[in-house]
């Protein structure tokens, strides 16, 4: 299984660290650093869970302290429009979540690694984790 994270700079200024925290060794984590949570658009949200990953999370700074005018405001609304399409087209919305964290709370981080590792378990590998195997199955003679 994966899990990518999209991380704010801000919120997350040691990806390594946040890496430390994982300690699942059978599950692959990502931590791709972006300069604002504001910055991750609903199609790259999309585009990675269809690699297929069973998981994507983005981790940004609070409302209040997030040094764009309205960067995490737009990385919630671009988070409920994901959610949204992800319950037209038959995918768990849980496939998605977000955090806020205030910049340096490392104990807010491991609340975050243990919420992201409770949500894997509770919905287990992607569902698309099996169509290409089964697309490939039809196929063959």
Known sequence: MEVV???CQQAVPDPEA???LWG???VRFRVLPEPCSSK?????LLR????????????GCEESLCRLA???????????????????????PARVGRTVVTPGDQA??????AEIQDRLKSLGASPLRQA???AARRAAP
């Open 48 to 59: 990675t869970l269809a690699t297929p990953v069973d998981l994507v999370w983005v981790i």
């Open 5 to 7: 994270v999209f991380a």
């Open 18 to 20: 946040l890496k430390s």
């Open 132 to 134: 290409p195997q089964s």
């Open 70 to 92: 309205e960067g995490s405001q737009r990385a919630g609304g671009r988070m409920a429009y994901t959610k949204k399409y992800l319950e037209e087209i038959g995918l768990e």
């Open 40 to 44: 991750v658009e609903a199609f790259q």
């Open 24 to 26: 699942l060794a059978d």
């Open 108 to 113: 807010a981080l491991r609340a975050a690694v």
